[in-house]
């Protein structure tokens, strides 16, 4: 390892911002994890997008322009736009009312403006699509204005635009092992809109069209293993234009509705992907991390959309007992370095603000202060330097294949990505210091999951790089983190 001046670590570093830390040949063979991402400046892939959980319209346009852009994220994940019940809970955003786009998040002209700027700074925005349901069975007013009762929405949606499954007395789901009553009964009361209809899959779609005419590149499908495969189908050749489509079924295995059944329409969140990092990062077992995919049951990279956590699962909802969080510190981070560093689906960075209860609704303050930085109320996770950086480093790599892959003791692994990049993660509460293979180049890196402030790496001609990890720690280098041959 070398030391170098720090002036000069400045300036590599702010060339490596500027490029977004994402440098890559446009002549480099796409991987099934670069399918239908968005590119970024030059045609340079981008390959991680962020789930902004409750964050403003304007403040994501501003961070889209100041931070994302800059960073390398593909895209952005927004709160569900449409209209919905009041009240300070998050899952009021869930509960929709009317299809307008007036919501907690902001005015109709506040999410335009939010696309057409994020769209200039290389960044897409995913729209939270709530197509499944309407609002809770009942009567109230939407936090735009629009008055809605029992099965009846100015969508207008009225009693015969939703199942009405009349099996357990109240219509809500009670057995998850029926397949038609997951997805023609209720869900916990929510109004179940009858999505095998033509006519609720054209106001559906044209729902969705609004949003595409604003620039919109692609859709959550909320709740979408309670909605027929084939419904979700015919609602999105009615679609305008094209869009990346990933729809959330949670299948852990052991019921009748599987993730594959819907790889037809897109991508598919793989809720079986958040397990394996908890058995990894929460309770030591890294030897789980080297075979994952290929187990029975996970979907095909390509298809997959995975993450540590997002904004139900970090709450312990979504049938998710045990999970990392921010709340988990440093071995929630290891676990986003890892996602990052290893080519298995397009990957979704949460970025949270800070609860207790797990109904808590967002803070009234803005996620970035005056003074640029994270609001004490927020979390911004993916401003920090580990996770960050690491979207520099899968930017880069995109299109490797694991490589050198080593297990030096049994907290403690490394592989990198083919001559892109290199990784190493010490899960132990001690020290590791050794000298491991490489297939890079030789030079002086900087460590990227440090921000490119911890000592510098040096690959020597050998390709051999000797490292010194505190413990609970990693460090990663690539390609465009080189700092002198």
């Not at 960075?349 to 109904?359: A, H, I, L, W």
Request: with cysteine; glycine share 10%; aromatic share 10%.
């Amino acid at each position: 390892m070398v030391r170098m001046n720090r002036s000069l670590i400045r300036y590599h570093v702010a060339a490596l911002w500027l490029l977004g830390l994402a440098a890559c040949s446009p002549d480099d063979v796409p991987s099934p994890e670069l399918a239908e991402v968005a590119p970024g400046p030059s045609a340079t892939p981008r390959t991680v997008f962020v789930q902004l959980f409750e964050w403003s319209w304007p403040d994501i346009a501003r961070e889209c322009e100041v931070f994302l852009g800059p960073a390398g994220y593909a895209a952005v994940q927004v709160s569900p736009p449409q209209e919905h019940i009041p009240g300070p809970e998050w899952w009021t955003r869930y509960q929709p009312v009317s299809y307008l786009l007036e919501s907690r998040g902001g005015t109709r002209e506040e999410f335009a403006d939010m696309v057409r700027r994020c769209d200039a700074a290389g960044v897409a925005i995913y729209g939270d699509a709530i197509i499944n349901h309407m609002s809770m069975v009942g009567t109230g007013t939407g936090v735009a204005g629009s008055g809605y009762s029992e099965y009846d929405y100015p969508v207008p949606y009225g009693y015969d635009d939703f199942h009405h499954c009349g099996r357990n007395g109240n219509d809500h789901i009670q057995n998850y092992q029926d397949l038609w009553e997951v997805q023609n009964c209720e869900l916990s009361g929510l109004a179940d809109l009858d999505t095998g209809d033509a006519a609720v899959q054209a106001r559906i779609a044209a729902y969705l069209n609004d949003m595409l005419s604003l620039g919109v590149a692609g859709f959550r499908i909320d709740a979408a293993k309670h909605i027929a495969a084939t419904d979700i189908t015919e609602i999105l050749q009615l679609l305008d234009s094209d869009a990346l489509i990933y729809q959330e079924v949670i299948d852990r295995g052991g019921e009748p509705i599987d993730a594959h059944d819907y790889l037809g329409n897109g991508r598919v969140s793989e809720f079986k992907y958040p397990m394996v990092l908890f058995d990894a990062f929460a309770n030591g077992q890294l030897d789980v991390l080297a075979g994952f995919a290929s187990r029975p049951g996970f979907l095909p990279a390509e298809k997959a959309i995975v993450f540590v956590d997002n904004h139900d699962i970090q709450r312990g909802h979504a049938g998710a007992s045990e999970v990392l969080n921010y709340k988990s510190g440093e071995r929630y981070e290891l676990a986003n370095v890892f996602m990052l560093a290893w080519p298995y689906g397009y990957p979704m960075v949460m970025s949270s603000y800070r609860f207790e209860d797990g109904d808590q609704g967002p803070p009234d303050s803005r996620p970035i202060a005056g003074n640029g930085e994270c609001d004490a109320a927020w979390v911004c996770e993916h401003r920090r330097p580990a996770i960050a950086g690491m979207v520099g480093f899968r930017n880069t790599t995109a299109g490797t294949d694991v490589s050198d892959w080593q297990a030096p003791t049994d907290v403690t692994i490394a592989f990198g990505r083919g001559d892109r990049g290199f990784v190493v993660i010490n899960l132990g509460t001690g020290p590791f210091f050794g000298t491991l293979h490489t297939s890079m180049d030789p030079g002086t890196y900087c460590d990227v999951v440090s921000g490119c402030q911890a000592d510098n790496v040096r690959v020597e001609a050998d390709g051999t790089v000797t490292v010194s990890l505190p413990p609970m720690s990693a460090v990663a280098i690539h390609r465009n983190s080189l700092l002198e041959p």
